[in-house]
């Protein structure tokens, strides 16, 4: 079946810096991909909706100089939380969705971020 | 705008009894209904889903889900439960584009 994957699984920053996450669809193209936040025993919340090769369009709520996400290839998609605080402490986790077909949709198994 | 409302937080069920969790949704148009499970710490295994068809859908783990457009729900059920059952499920709703809105979610605990 078709894989998604996030890099790394797990990362540790302190306050002030930037950090990067990875979604990558191993084994299909995806035009479009779906970045989603969960805070602690809530459920996931949509962050932005990202399609190759343009900018991402970004819930309401969502600050997006903040949050930067690029779509480069049709394989990779990547969220850059910038200056981040504590309390963008979260569990992001990203969609991937095939060329094509609302059933094509594959979830990566997340990325625990933790801000000290 | 689409909503999904998981009625019930936490569920307790014993070993080998039914489970029945619930979900109901808000949406215009012919909605796009999935069950996923979600282990501590993990990603999201999808359960089942329903676009058109059959109301009653089969998934896996011994999972079904039946579709009632006019109770606007789309209640999961698994006659057995096993320990390994233990987890957070959530109920979701897609839109053609593929923008999902989860419920809130149910935490089921198994008990011997």
């Known amino acids: 079946g078709a894989v998604v994957s996030q890099h790394p699984s797990w990362v540790i920053c302190k306050s002030g810096t930037s950090v990067k996450i990875e979604c990558r669809s191993l084994d299909f193209q995806a035009t479009t991909m779906f970045w989603y936040r969960q805070f602690p025993k809530q459920s996931l919340m949509l962050m932005a909706t990202?399609?190759?090769?343009?900018?991402?369009?970004?819930e309401q709520g969502v600050e997006k100089d903040k949050f930067l996400i690029n779509h480069a290839s049709l394989t990779l998609s990547t969220l850059t939380v910038t200056s981040a605080h504590p309390e963008d402490s979260s569990f992001y986790i990203c969609?991937?969705?095939?060329?094509?077909?609302?059933?094509?949709?594959?979830f990566g198994p997340g990325t625990r971020l933790t801000v000290l | 705008a689409q909503s999904v409302t998981q009625p019930d937080i936490h569920i307790t069920v014993s070993e080998g009894a039914s489970l029945e969790l619930r979900c109901n949704y808000s949406?215009?148009?012919?909605?796009?209904l999935f069950w996923y499970v979600q282990s501590p710490g993990q990603g999201l295994q999808l359960l089942l889903k329903?676009?058109?068809?059959?109301?009653l859908v089969q998934g896996i783990k011994g999972f079904e889900a039946e579709f009632k457009r006019s109770q606007s729900s789309f209640n999961l059920r698994k006659p057995s439960v096993h320990w390994s059952d233990a987890a957070e499920y959530f109920c979701a709703v897609a839109d053609s584009w593929g923008k999902f809105q989860f419920g809130a979610g149910t935490q089921v605990v198994v008990t011997p």
């Open positions: 949406y215009g148009a012919t909605p796009y």
């Open positions: 969609s991937a969705r095939r060329t094509s077909g609302l059933d094509t949709q594959y």
């Open positions: 329903y676009f058109s068809g059959d109301t």
């Open positions: 990202s399609n190759e090769g343009s900018k991402a369009t970004y």
